[in-house]
């Protein structure tokens, strides 16, 4: 049968394939650039995809064919994220890395498992970290560049483990697709040179500044090529010995050495907290969903605690079904109309309020009522979703979701950035949704051995209580997992009886905190407003995080913005960065085909067969 690509890589299309042998070995292809580069900041209009047996939707071309290699020649879909995240470590050093976190959400057929590789806290933290002599929070980046906001890697080891349980080709071989485009170099794409020129501390870094600046301190134009001879030494390690090569030896000293010797900012982590690293193998948050317009009902899986994007979007949704909003359609140009963007504007608030005061770390915070599915709970929602009136909350209150009342304190707004989301389906019944971090742009804009290093522990809320000494959930505490706002999420049909059915949909985003709002407007659109995954993903961005509503600047006509203000909303037009992926199961002329889509407002794009 032939294949439903819609989407052709200019010269990458043309370059040849891997060769497959009996054994599942494969050799990797380098592609070539694309023809037309896209652009890196604005829009550029991606095609939506159409496949038939897998499909790998990643935010740079060149990490997207790795994974489309590997899925080619066997591999599954775990397979194909590793080779996905090795790349994306060099070509998009940005937003994510083998310096950072990930979230991995996997399905073997209906049986989904939740693999946290979230960042640790070393063991010497104290929830003082990020407080100034005087006891104050530190302003966002005096705390972020250096050593102090490292959080212990997690990435690597987690991909380890998870390709231990559903790997089929080998792991080292997973890994050469990277270190080939690190000996012989990639081209810098627009994405990385814009951001390079705006970046305002990564040259702070003598390392840094060397590798990504020309000897005049510009940044490497769009089309050089950039190559990484250390990080090809370090993923060799790795291939070679898996996780010990990052997490022990020379390059965890070359870790502890950058954070701990930082002149102006050092960090605390030692080579114990990195030797003694575990990812984490958790259940996945899993609610129904049901969609009275279309006379269906789906359940959705998304990663829990120490992630808040599951339970928030499960709120914002739930009580969404539960208002007038349920019922309301894209106006006649396909954009929200000013109601729907009302009610789903009130709702985030709801959601935000509770996402707020409870979501931390399960290890060291209880949930509410005995469980996180508390929050989830249709009587819950349906009683957050009666507040909802005529004119807006503007702030919202946390919800009481069991008899005995929280002691936290709810965390104060804080700055959330960084990230990158992967999803894959393999031929094998398999598929995933990961979504990948460094947290800032550049992360804590500390080079060690070719790779960036994470500022993580900025997702703790700086302040460990509240005026009145009542503390603060996501505070840091030694060996605490920050909060997070990815939200890596599986969809499945729900039968008849109740039980999972087959999957119908991955997707994810990064942004930060409005993460969660990318991923519930694509769930949106697709379930309910019936859009293709590229629709879905192409409609403007919006949402609140119990402030003002947020609209993508220059995507809604002025009635809408002042529709909203008349009930009460204070409006910020804004930019909204995107980088949603997702894989859509459907039905085209009675044939099953996954639909892919890519965020226009990055570089991401969909490979498949």
Not at 278 to 301: F, G, I, S, T
Not at 394 to 408: E, Y
Request: glycine share 10%.
């Amino acid at each position: 049968m032939p294949t439903r690509r819609l989407f052709a890589l200019g010269s990458v299309a043309a370059a040849a394939l891997l060769t497959a042998c009996a054994s599942g070995n494969f050799t990797y292809t380098v592609p070539q650039a694309p023809a037309t580069p896209e652009g890196g900041s604005g829009w550029t209009d991606k095609p939506g995809w159409a496949d038939e047996k897998f499909a790998v939707a990643a935010a740079n071309p060149l990490a997207t064919d790795a994974g489309y290699q590997v899925l080619k020649a066997g591999g599954s879909a775990i397979d194909a994220a590793v080779a996905v995240q090795m790349v994306l470590s060099l070509v998009e050093p940005q937003s994510s890395g083998i310096g950072g976190g990930a979230f991995l959400l996997h399905a073997k057929g209906r049986e989904v498992t939740a693999w946290d590789g979230r960042e640790t806290a070393p063991a010497a933290a104290t929830e003082k970290l990020f407080l100034t002599a005087e006891g104050k929070p530190m302003a966002f980046y005096d705390a972020v560049v250096g050593g102090r906001s490292v959080g212990v890697p997690g990435t690597v080891r987690m991909l380890e483990q998870a390709h231990k349980a559903h790997g089929r080709l080998p792991w080292a071989q997973l890994i050469q697709p990277a270190i080939t485009l690190a000996e012989q170099g990639f081209a810098v794409s627009p994405r990385l040179n814009t951001l390079l020129k705006s970046e305002q501390h990564l040259k702070k870094d003598p390392v840094a500044a060397r590798y990504f600046y020309d000897v005049a301190g510009n940044p490497w134009p769009v089309g050089h090529v950039l190559k990484n001879p250390e990080l090809a030494e370090v993923l060799r390690g790795i291939a070679a010995r898996g996780s010990v090569a990052l997490n022990e030896g020379p390059v965890a000293q070359a870790i502890v050495d950058k954070v701990t010797r930082h002149p102006g900012n050092a960090g605390q982590m030692t080579l114990a907290d990195l030797s003694g690293y575990q990812p984490k193998r958790r259940a996945p948050l899993c609610h129904d969903l049901p969609v009275p317009a279309a006379n269906k009902r789906y359940e959705v899986c998304g990663f829990p605690p120490p992630s808040s994007g599951a339970v928030a979007i499960g709120q914002i949704l739930g009580i969404l079904a539960q208002t007038p909003g349920a019922q309301l359609k894209p106006d006649a140009s396909g954009l929200p109309t000013a109601d729907w963007l009302y009610y789903y504007a009130e709702a985030s608030r709801l959601a935000f309020a509770d996402r707020g005061l409870y979501v931390a770390d399960p290890d060291f915070v209880q949930p509410p009522a005995g469980s996180w599915m508390s929050l989830l709970q249709p009587a819950y929602l349906a009683e957050r979703a009666k507040l909802i009136g005529a004119q807006s909350l503007k702030v919202a209150q946390p919800g009481t979701p069991g008899a005995v009342k929280t002691s936290w304190a709810p965390m104060p707004d804080q700055i959330e950035h960084g990230t990158s989301h992967i999803s894959i389906v393999d031929a094998h019944g398999n598929a995933l949704a990961m979504t990948t971090t460094i947290e800032d742009q550049f992360g804590a804009r500390q080079m060690v051995k070719g790779f960036l290093l994470n500022n993580e522990l900025t997702d703790f809320s700086f302040a460990p209580a509240d005026a009145e000494g009542k503390p603060i959930a996501n505070r840091v505490q030694p060996g605490k997992r920050p909060r997070s706002s990815m939200a890596p999420t599986l969809v499945f049909e729900k039968a008849a009886d109740g039980t999972r059915g087959p999957l119908v949909m991955s997707g994810g985003s990064p942004g930060g905190a409005l993460i969660i709002h990318y991923t519930a407007k694509t769930l949106h659109g697709v379930l309910n407003w019936g859009l293709t995954p590229q629709q879905a993903i192409n409609l403007p961005n919006f949402g609140s995080v119990n402030g003002p509503t947020m609209l993508e600047e220059k995507k809604f006509a002025p009635a809408t913005v002042q529709a909203l203000r008349a009930r009460g909303a204070e409006v910020r037009e804004m930019n909204m960065t995107s980088g949603l992926q997702a894989l859509v199961h459907t039905q085209i002329h009675g044939k099953p085909m996954w639909l892919g889509g890519a965020d226009p407002r990055r570089e991401g794009v969909v490979m498949g067969e």
